[in-house]
């Protein structure tokens, strides 16, 4: 059974960080790519950065890169995405979402993806 259960989301102002986790269910963890999206009121949802737990190969969006590090803990099955510099257009529900059986592809499209968490809420205060 593939589970994701995000945790780490809150407010925070401007120039804060916040660390954002996703607990993931063995089997998904040791087979899948991993990614982190966002999704703000009217848009649509955007992929942020991705990264394969085997290798711990990353990719990311050109908007997030510099600010935003994807990284993991094997141990506990679980990715992490750090999120500095965070400005208010940040401000959105993030999730984690995992490609099962598939490694990364450069492009974190939301198609690729078949398997979703609930989802965090990041809001950003100028």
């Known amino acids: 059974q593939v589970q994701l259960v995000e945790s780490g989301g809150g407010s925070v102002q401007a120039g804060g960080s916040l660390r954002l986790s996703c607990a993931v269910s063995?089997?998904?963890?040791?087979?899948?790519?991993m990614g982190w999206f966002r999704q703000a009121p009217g848009k649509e949802r955007e992929g942020l950065a991705s990264?394969?737990?085997?290798?711990?190969?990353?990719y990311y969006a050109d908007s997030v890169k510099g600010r935003f590090t994807i990284s993991h803990d094997n141990a506990k099955n679980t990715v992490f995405l750090q999120m500095n510099s965070l400005k208010p257009e940040d401000t959105a529900m993030y999730y984690c979402?995992?490609?099962?059986?598939?490694?990364?592809?450069?492009?974190?499209?939301?198609?690729?993806?078949?398997?979703w968490g609930q989802g965090t809420q990041v809001t950003v205060s100028s």
């Open positions: 979402a995992a490609r099962v059986l598939s490694t990364c592809r450069s492009r974190i499209s939301v198609a690729d993806y078949g398997y």
């Open positions: 063995a089997y998904t963890y040791s087979k899948s790519c």
């Open positions: 990264l394969y737990p085997p290798y711990g190969g990353t």
